[in-house]
């Protein structure tokens, strides 16, 4: 294939990285800061610099904020071949695979909405790297009218770039899960970081504090509209962690050593079942069936 990606920071740069390394598929860069598409392009990450015209190309991904996906799809869809892919990356779902699968069928193109579950702490194009996705899982959140096909075709592909674990699922299924598994882990990183112990830290912490607070030094651009995207499923879930600490400061509170040992205890299975869980989950989950 020919593909475009547009926005070249950690995931998109992953990507046409991935692409070069481990396909035969051409790739081109566009973005917003050109500069980083120039740099991209000198170091043969990307195979040309994309410019105004995508007619030429059999699949687009968008990795850019939800709301900058809309608007880089609503500029430039009439200019995309029909039967083309377009597919974004986006940490949040919300109305986007409706509103961009909607406008994508009066052209001709096939939408799909996906989430490659991968990153790091760090963001932009210099920290990307051919092997970030290597075992990682992929979700995709097609629609109802979406083709088997074409989720197979965007499957196949996360597979030669490196996804090993695929989840087919709804958009809005998608958000609530990512408020539990992702947003409000960095949450907690975030609040976690704000005692004034840690100008004291070194020295004193193992893996535990750094395992807890490798992701404070996240993007609070890109994090700012992903936790606002998904206000309601992302306090819903901040309500009950409050509820299981609460549990923690009466039981220390009251000097209650049986409650302490009993939260403890109930930690530890649930994430030993858990553990099972996955070592025993299929390849491929499609939660779409019925």
Known sequence: MKILVAGLGLIGGSICKAIHTYTDHAVYGWNRTKTVAEKAFAEHVI???????????????????????????????????????????????GNLPEEMTALCREYGVHYLSTHPMAGKERAGFDV??????????????????TPKAIIAQVQNFAHQIGFRKFVITTPEMHDKMIAYTSQLAHV???????????????????????????????NEDMWTELFMENREGLLYELNILIQHLQEYQKALTENDRDAVYALIRDG???????????????????????
Do not use: H
């Not at 899982?137 to 109802?144: Q, S």
């Not at 858990?274 to 779409?288: G, K, Y």
């Open 47 to 93: 195979d040309g610099i994309a410019g105004e015209d995508c007619s030429a190309y059999d699949m687009m991904i968008v990795s850019l904020y939800p709301d900058l996906t809309k608007k880089w799809v609503r500029k430039y869809i009439d200019t995309m071949q029909k039967n083309a892919i377009v597919l974004d990356v986006t940490g949040v779902k």
């Open 188 to 218: 907690v990183s975030s609040s976690y970081v704000q005692s004034p112990e840690i100008q004291f830290e070194s020295g004193f912490s193992g893996g535990s504090f750094q395992d807890m607070t490798r992701i404070a030094t996240m």
């Open 128 to 145: 990307s790297d051919e092997n970030l996705f290597q075992g990682a899982n992929f979700i995709m959140t097609p629609l109802e009218e």
């Open 268 to 290: 530890r299975l649930r994430k030993e079942q858990n553990l099972q869980n996955r070592r025993n989950s299929p390849t491929v989950i499609d939660l779409t069936k019925k």
